[in-house]
């Protein structure tokens, strides 16, 4: 039932590890995005994904890679951890870019602790 | 660059009505969005304002006014487990649709 769903929900790693967040939607959505929220919650997107391509990558390492498989998966690789790289991150999912309307539906996040 | 503005902390008591209030500065401007966050979970969407007006939903309303780039969030009856973080977000077109957050406004509600 759970609408987006993300694995894993705590990640605890040293630096320098290379790791993967998994993230599926079945709502059916065109568009899914990466989050990254920090100690304060700010709240910054890191790429956003409509129909399998790539459609926003803000400024972000080049550690960080997403794949989408498909449209309704928004994985996120990260290699080369850093201590930096700690925080929560949330995907999301929408129902249409091109819509003049936006509702996103974010999954639970994942912890993740580099030490 | 894009940009929006809301408080960092708001305090009320329960029973109570709050507003909270975000600016925005964002070229290709489409909406304005709402979302409550409670400590440990995820973004929940609460409303989104396309139009000028207030737009109602039981105990929370939502207002915008483009001309002032100007909205805001009306609690009414605040009750202990609106206690959460609360984000305003704006949706606008440059190239393609984005998204872009506030920094978001804790809200403390005291009994």
């Known amino acids: 039932d759970t609408a987006v769903s993300q694995t894993p929900k705590y990640l605890v790693t040293q630096m320098g590890n290379d790791k993967s967040i998994k993230c599926e939607q079945n709502?059916?959505?065109?568009?899914m995005y990466w989050y990254k929220q920090d100690s304060k919650k700010f709240l910054k997107i890191m790429f956003s994904?409509?129909?399998?391509?790539?459609?926003i990558n803000e400024t972000v390492p080049n550690r960080f890679s997403p794949k989408s498989p498909d449209k309704a998966h928004l994985n996120l690789h990260i290699n080369s951890l850093e201590l930096g790289d700690s925080a929560v991150y949330f995907c999301a999912s929408s129902q249409d870019l091109r819509g003049a309307q936006e509702t996103q539906y974010f999954g639970p996040g994942t912890r993740l602790l580099v030490l | 660059g894009q940009s929006l503005e809301q408080p960092s902390e708001v305090t009320a008591v329960e029973g109570a009505i709050v507003q909270i209030n975000c600016t925005y500065q964002?070229?290709?401007?489409?909406?304005l969005s709402w979302y409550q966050q409670h400590d440990g979970g995820a973004p929940t969407f609460l409303s989104y304002n396309a139009l000028d007006g207030l737009e109602e939903t039981g105990r929370f309303s939502s207002f915008l006014s483009r001309s002032d780039s100007y909205g805001y969030l009306l609690l009414q009856e605040l009750q202990m487990k609106d206690s959460a973080s609360y984000f305003c977000?704006?949706?606008?077109?440059?190239?393609?649709?984005?998204?872009?957050f506030g920094a978001g406004t804790r809200l403390f509600v005291k009994a």
């Open positions: 709502l059916g959505h065109d568009t």
């Open positions: 977000a704006a949706f606008y077109y440059t190239g393609g649709f984005k998204t872009i």
């Open positions: 994904y409509n129909n399998k391509e790539l459609i």
């Open positions: 964002t070229s290709g401007f489409y909406g």
